[in-house]
């Protein structure tokens, strides 16, 4: 059963970079599609962005200037980092899979998700 | 960008009644439609992909219908561990999540 497993700072201040890491196990890297999402109360649920195994990937528009997502497929493990973070940027951040059923958007693995607070 | 909306937002329901909860796309978007379910704490579950296809795993009592811009999440016979918040999700580009919609016990 693939587990993934979000680990990062839960407090960050306004205008830094997030960073977050997810790691997973269980199952490979190789041949899937890995997406951060992130959910809050004004926002809901909102896809950030995936990277392929291959090494490319694809933003959503709204935040593809301050989004990058790399891959360690050694480590089994992808990245998220957000920068100039503002307050609105507080939310429960997920890591996720897709790539199994039919689009790079059909999420079938989920992590259990980490808050990150942006504050001073 | 596409716009998912569900209705109702939020409903109350009984053990055993029929649940039917909807979601329109502000533009078409084929049979990619996607529904999860989400409890207090969670990460969201998949239930349904493509609009229609049961995800392994999730009982029967789940189904989905529909294509283009309007999409039906129903629930056959309603148990105790199905109140949770319901999403659509449009699969078709970025991924767009509906609002959400609560099912509470009545």
């Known amino acids: 059963q693939v587990q993934l497993q979000e680990s990062g700072p839960g407090l960050v201040k306004p205008s830094e970079t997030l960073s977050l890491t997810c790691t997973v196990s269980?199952?490979?890297?190789?041949?899937?599609?890995w997406s951060w999402i992130r959910q809050s109360p004004g926002k809901g649920l909102e896809w950030l962005g995936y990277?392929?195994?291959?090494?490319?990937?694809n933003y959503n528009p709204s935040l593809k200037s301050r989004v990058i997502i790399s891959l360690d497929a050694a480590k089994n493990q992808f990245s998220l980092k957000l920068s100039s973070v503002t307050a609105a940027d507080t939310a429960v951040y997920y890591c996720?899979?897709?790539?199994?059923?039919?689009?790079?958007?059909?999420?079938?693995?989920w992590g259990q998700g980490t808050l990150v607070t942006v504050s001073s | 960008d596409i716009q998912m909306t569900q209705s109702p937002s939020s409903l109350s329901a009984s053990v055993g009644d029929r649940v039917t909860i909807t979601c329109r796309a502000s533009?078409?978007?084929?049979?990619?439609l996607n529904w999860y379910q989400q409890k207090p704490g969670k990460a969201p579950k998949l239930l349904i992909y493509?609009?229609?296809s049961l995800q392994s795993g999730v009982p029967s009592r789940f189904s989905g219908s529909g294509s283009g811009t309007d999409f039906t999440l129903t629930i056959s016979s309603l148990q105790p561990e199905d109140f949770a918040t319901y999403y659509c999700?449009?699969?078709?580009?970025?991924?767009?999540f509906g609002q959400g919609t609560k099912v509470e016990i009545k």
């Open positions: 269980g199952g490979s890297i190789i041949s899937y599609y």
């Open positions: 533009q078409t978007i084929s049979g990619y």
């Open positions: 999700q449009q699969s078709s580009s970025t991924g767009t």
């Open positions: 493509a609009a229609s």
């Open positions: 990277i392929y195994y291959s090494g490319s990937t």
């Open positions: 996720a899979r897709a790539g199994a059923l039919i689009t790079p958007w059909d999420f079938d693995f």
